[in-house]
C-alpha cells in the first residue's frame, strides 16, 4: 500500500473546486466532491498504477498519471508514484488547458 500525500496545489485545486460547487449545488454536492476524492484516493493507495499515463512534453513530467475522481469523472487527480508513497501534485477539471498547466 502507498499512501497518498497532498502537495498543497493539489490542496488548493481541491479547495477551489469546493468553492465552486457550494455555490452551484450546496454544501451537499462540495462535500459529496471531497468524499469522492478520498475514495478514489483511497483505491489509488492499493493500486496506484491503475491511473492512465499522461504523455506529459517535458522529461520532468514523464512518469505522471492521471486518475478521475469517482462520480466526478469531469475532475481528474495527477499524481506520481514514488516509492514509498503516492504523490498527489494536482486535482483539476478536465475542461482545463491541462498541458499548459503543466507546461
Same mark, same amino acid.
Given at each position: 500500500m502507498h499512501p497518498a500525500r497532498f502537495r498543497p496545489s493539489a490542496w488548493q485545486d481541491i479547495s477551489e473546486t469546493i468553492e465552486y460547487l457550494e455555490t452551484q449545488g450546496g454544501g451537499d454536492l462540495a462535500e459529496r466532491f471531497l468524499?469522492?476524492?478520498?475514495?478514489?484516493?483511497? @483505491?489509488?493507495?492499493?493500486? *496506484?498504477?491503475?491511473? @492512465? *499515463?499522461? &504523455?506529459?512534453?517535458?522529461?520532468?513530467? &514523464?512518469?505522471?498519471?492521471? $486518475? *478521475?475522481?469517482?462520480?466526478?469523472?469531469? $475532475?481528474?487527480?495527477?499524481?506520481?508514484?514514488?516509492?514509498? &508513497?503516492?504523490?498527489?501534485?494536482?486535482?483539476? &477539471?478536465?475542461?482545463l488547458d491541462i498541458s499548459e498547466i503543466f507546461g
Open positions: 468524499d469522492a476524492v478520498m475514495a478514489s484516493m483511497h @483505491a489509488l493507495e492499493k493500486m *496506484p498504477r491503475m491511473g @492512465a *499515463p499522461c &504523455h506529459f512534453q517535458r522529461a520532468e513530467l &514523464h512518469d505522471f498519471r492521471r $486518475w *478521475p475522481v469517482k462520480d466526478f469523472e469531469r $475532475w481528474l487527480i495527477f499524481y506520481r508514484l514514488e516509492a514509498a &508513497h503516492i504523490d498527489v501534485v494536482r486535482v483539476l &477539471h478536465s475542461a
